[in-house]
């Protein structure tokens, strides 16, 4: 059985940071695309980053480029999500999911998901 748990979430002062951990097991993530997605009240869920099968490529949503940095530990099957200078418009619930070989910006695309952490950039 597949599962996904995503944590790191967390309120922080805008300029801050965070990392995100997206922690995979009854699936060896090296063999997927990783997503994170987000999304705020009242809108749509929006791809963040992704990192392609194999770390072949990594993509960013251009609000984050700079920012963010997509990095994954084979050896601990977990996908890190690392996130500077973090803006108040960057809050939302943050999500993973896995889908086969290469990225996707479609949400519909991804099989696998977890249960969200919270991020939270308010003074």
């Known amino acids: 059985q597949v599962q996904l748990v995503e944590s790191g979430g967390a309120l922080v002062q805008p300029g801050g940071s965070l990392r995100l951990s997206c922690a995979a097991s009854?699936?060896?993530?090296?063999?997927?695309?990783i997503g994170w997605f987000r999304q705020a009240p009242g809108k749509e869920r929006e791809g963040v980053s992704c990192?392609?099968?194999?770390?072949?490529?990594?993509y960013y949503l251009d609000s984050v480029k700079g920012r963010f940095t997509i990095v994954r530990d084979v050896a601990e099957n977990t996908v890190y999500l690392q996130m500077n200078n973090l803006k108040p418009e960057d809050t939302a619930l943050y999500f993973c999911?896995?889908?086969?070989?290469?990225?996707?910006?479609?949400?519909?695309?991804?099989?696998?998901w977890g249960q969200g952490t919270q991020v939270t950039v308010s003074s």
């Open positions: 990192i392609s099968s194999r770390d072949v490529r990594a």
């Open positions: 009854g699936v060896t993530l090296d063999y997927y695309a």
């Open positions: 999911g896995t889908k086969e070989r290469y990225c996707s910006s479609w949400s519909s695309d991804y099989q696998y």
